[in-house]
């Protein structure tokens, strides 16, 4: 099915679903009946199959046509029967009792009550920013369920104990009665689809192909119209929690979980691994984390992360809504709120701190090689980095911005200033110079802040969008002694409607054009070559990965690259997912589209344009 396809059929199921919702379910309910009837036929298929084959082959009668419906029969009754015997890995974590943490019991008890929802049979912490309920099947497809809470330490530090309540009524509120039942099990309908076509992928035989090109249709088709029940269950789980603690409560969860979600992402996460520079052995996050989640977020910074959360739209990939039609629909006053003060970490009890020190063993036992590696990572850094400290008297301007960029890999919080200020007295006009100096001014300097962003936008098209949205992030934040200056503000935001809009063209033109058109040499240097393999080498997936530049004509100067990958094991799903995480974790001067070896484009075509491979897994990375 095509994208254009699925979301027009996703758009009838939510006008299906807002106009009458029973009818609606009932007709997801016979489409899910489908499936269950492909499998069950599927079984009996199989039953009589092997009714008919095996009484002969038992009394000594050998043919090949029986021995083979013989074997095709027990094929395909044992895919089936895996199918309706799904059985899944309960989420890993550290188990927690209520004798561990009795406020915590006591909680989720009377939210139980509240929301008339079943018991919790099991209740884990992990290291995520996060907090889910997940149904896995006791006995299988047509059995009962378990009920799995998994809550994540990085939450509890962040929020107080009234909002991430209120993470817990919304995840209890996806277990709420029959809508929830129905939710639930239309959840696990699909991963027992999922778990048929899997397991006769690859097999050739007359069933499994039929099979297959059943599921090649049905799959995206039943993703689309089960698509409104699960937007429409987030909503709902919403409106429960806003009733359970009140809809202010939520929607400043909501926001808060969105800005220190991205505090951590981009600021915590990267100053942690910096500390590989000086700490050759992992270091554990968690302690460390607990005091800066006490903190509340720099004010510029969350006003650009709320900003850009509320700007973005609900997706058709993600059931969950955007930021702001979950506002919306709870209809709550203002979504920047004011910054939980403590934490909900003394509902996990008086022993609470063993779960951190646990926490903090086991990252820092699963993450040893990528330590080591971000360690040696960072030599190579600094090696760099005194090179060209060494250079510094008749350094050009591209060396200081690359010095001081490197410096903020080894410490991000080096004080680079006066590098950024030596590139501009060599080129005055130079953009990524005028960048990091706006980056580095102190707060109190909002003049000279927006003067270095004045001078970036007019450097050229490829900045503009960064120095639109900087800006606007410094207007609207709050400082002492500083008026709100409406016209700068009215300017700098119409400024951003039109980088936006060239944003959009350039990034289309990036992933809508011709891959081998208008590509060229990647144009990397030693060190920024050897820091993708680095990068490329902790993804195990990845044997062999080459690298072009993207000539956009939008933004002509704009570095941009195509990264085409070879990932031999994984599924198509599997291979997008893995190629939308190397995007935003990969460091590459300009922005990266990710593509795998397929159908398009194919392994010959890469081979045959994107010149030699820039990495091979088992190869050592070149040297800087």
């Not at 039953?47 to 029969?73: E, K």
């Not at 606007?472 to 039109?498: S, V």
């Not at 593509?595 to 030699?612: C, N, V």
Request: hydrophobic content about 45%; aromatic content about 8%.
């Amino acid at each position: 099915m095509e994208h254009a396809d699925f979301v027009h059929l996703v758009r009838l199921s939510e006008l299906a679903s807002a106009d009458n919702s029973r009818a609606y379910r009932r007709k997801v309910a016979a489409f899910a009946a489908l499936g269950y009837a492909w499998v069950l036929g599927c079984a009996a298929l199989a039953v009589a199959l092997l009714a008919w084959a095996l009484p002969p082959l038992l009394q000594g009668r050998f043919r090949f046509v029986w021995f083979g419906v013989a074997l095709g029969g027990a094929a395909l009754l044992w895919s089936s029967l895996r199918a309706l015997w799904l059985r899944l890995e309960p989420p890993a974590g550290l188990e927690i009792t209520a004798a561990d943490a009795p406020e915590l019991f006591e909680a989720l008890e009377r939210i139980r009550r509240k929301v008339k929802g079943p018991p919790l049979h099991r209740v884990v912490l992990d290291g995520e920013f996060n907090a889910s309920i997940q149904q896995l099947p006791r006995w299988g497809l047509l059995g009962g369920s378990i009920n799995h809470l998994s809550l994540g330490l990085p939450l509890v530090l962040a929020l107080d104990r009234a909002r991430l309540l209120a993470v817990l009524a919304h995840e209890y509120g996806h277990l709420r009665g029959d809508h929830g039942r129905f939710a639930a099990w239309i959840y696990r309908t699909r991963l027992a689809w999922m778990r048929l076509h899997d397991s006769m992928e690859g097999d050739a035989g007359l069933t499994a192909v039929a099979t297959q090109a059943f599921f090649r249709w049905y799959f995206p088709r039943f993703a689309a119209r089960s698509f409104a029940v699960a937007r429409q269950d987030e909503y709902e789980a919403d409106r429960i929690a806003g009733k359970l603690v009140g809809r202010d409560t939520v929607a400043a969860a909501l926001a808060e979980i969105e800005v220190r979600g991205r505090w951590l992402d981009t600021v915590y996460w990267r100053d942690h691994w910096a500390r590989a520079a000086t700490e050759a052995l992992p270091v554990g996050p968690y302690r460390a984390m607990r005091r800066a989640l006490a903190q509340p977020p720099e004010p510029a910074f969350a006003n650009d992360a709320l900003r850009q959360a509320m700007k973005r739209l609900s997706q058709f990939d993600d059931t969950h809504p955007g930021l702001r039609d979950r506002l919306e629909a709870l209809e709550a006053g203002p979504p920047l709120p004011t910054w939980s003060r403590g934490s909900a970490f003394v509902l996990l009890g008086e022993g609470a701190r063993k779960f951190i020190e646990r926490l903090d063993a086991d990252w820092c036992r699963d993450h040893a090689s990528g330590w080591k590696q971000q360690h040696l990572r960072l030599q190579r850094v600094r090696e760099r980095v005194d090179v060209l400290a060494q250079r510094l008297p008749q350094a050009s301007a591209d060396e200081c911005v690359e010095l001081a960029q490197l410096q903020r890999q080894i410490d991000p919080r080096a004080d680079v200033r006066a590098l950024y200020e030596k590139a501009l007295a060599a080129s005055a006009e130079h953009p990524d110079a005028l960048r990091g100096l706006a980056g580095t001014l102190p707060d109190e300097d909002r003049a000279g802040k927006l003067a270095c962003l004045d001078r970036l936008w007019d450097a050229g098209s490829d900045h503009r969008w960064w120095a639109a949205r900087a800006a606007l992030a410094e207007l609207e934040t709050p400082r002492p002694g500083m008026e709100h200056d409406a016209a700068t503000f009215k300017q700098w935001r119409k400024r951003l409607e039109r980088a936006q809009e060239s944003e959009e063209r350039a990034w289309e033109e990036l992933s809508g054009t011709p891959f081998f058109s208008q590509i060229g040499r990647h144009g990397l240097g030693p060190l920024a070559l050897t820091l993708l393999q680095d990068d490329l080498q902790r993804c195990r997936p990845v044997t062999r990965a080459w690298l072009v530049r993207k000539q956009l004509r939008e933004v002509p100067r704009r570095r941009a690259y195509l990264l085409f990958l070879e990932l031999p094991d994984l599924d198509d799903a599997e291979r997008f997912r893995l190629c939308r995480w190397i995007e935003r974790q990969i460091d590459l001067p300009g922005p990266v589209l990710a593509l795998w070896a397929g159908e398009s484009p194919t392994l010959r075509d890469i081979e045959r344009h994107a010149q030699e491979p820039v990495y091979r897994r088992g190869e050592p990375a070149t040297a800087p």
